[in-house]
């Protein structure tokens, strides 16, 4: 797991769930990451606690029992601009665009990888780390031509700079810090998702494919290579071919 690093304002998250399961989840990885967090199980008691707290952001899930998820979010929205993080169901995508239309900035859908959460709370309380002046000492990974810089999350590859999400950034890293070793899918799921849900393993092949989209569809030599059957490996060359 990654943390958000130097920020010493901490973010108050709302986060409306009625699976006590994933509440907890959500709680614990929030709260390691550095939110304050609050839970309310059901939309009666979420629309109470987002209207009269003050939060920087709100977590909602739309099937909840009382007040649904988009009962709760027309209320807020009524009054408050607060950023409001949808969670639906997987493949609703009426669900989708009916938050978006109704003032939510922004949804995911379940299930989903908790450093996915992460980073979209991120983006949507503009928590900038290298906005945040402080002195960061520099630890910097290579392989090959590839550069990821961990502390000011930046990662390059012939000195061009690659946008990565925070769940490619921690997939890279991972592979990284592993060199030439081949990674499982079981050990690259458990590394960079730490949260069991009903995963299929899938969903690492779909994340190496962005990645590998990234940080080796661009360039003629190839380092991300699948190893039929094992799973995924870094290199800094290709093996040579034949002998
Ligand atoms: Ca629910």
Known sequence: ????????????????????????????????????VDIANDGIDGLH?????????????????????????????????TPILMLTARDSVEDRVRGLQAG?????????????????????TRRGGAKSGLVHTSST???????LDVTRRRASRERRRIELTALEF????????HQGEVLSRTVIAEQVWDMNFDSDTNVVDVAIRRLRAKIDDPFERKMLR??????????????????
């Open 1 to 36: 797991m990654f943390a958000w690093r130097g920020d010493p304002y901490r973010m108050r998250i709302l986060v409306v769930e009625d699976e006590k399961k994933l509440a907890q989840y959500l709680r614990k990885g929030l709260t390691e990451n550095g939110y304050v």
């Open 141 to 147: 990974l290579n392989v090959g031509d590839l550069e």
């Open 49 to 81: 606690l987002a209207l009269n707290g003050e939060y920087d952001i709100l977590v909602l899930d739309v099937m909840l029992p009382g007040v649904d998820g988009f009962g709760v979010l027309k209320a807020v929205r009524a009054s408050k601009d």
């Open 226 to 243: 699948t190893v039929r059957g094992m799973g995924y490996v870094l290199e800094p060359q290709e093996p040579a071919l034949g002998s």
């Open 170 to 177: 921690s997939l890279l890293e991972l592979l990284m810090r």
């Open 104 to 124: 939510a900035d922004d949804y995911l859908v379940k299930p989903f990888a908790f450093t996915e959460l992460l980073a979209r709370l991120q983006v949507l």
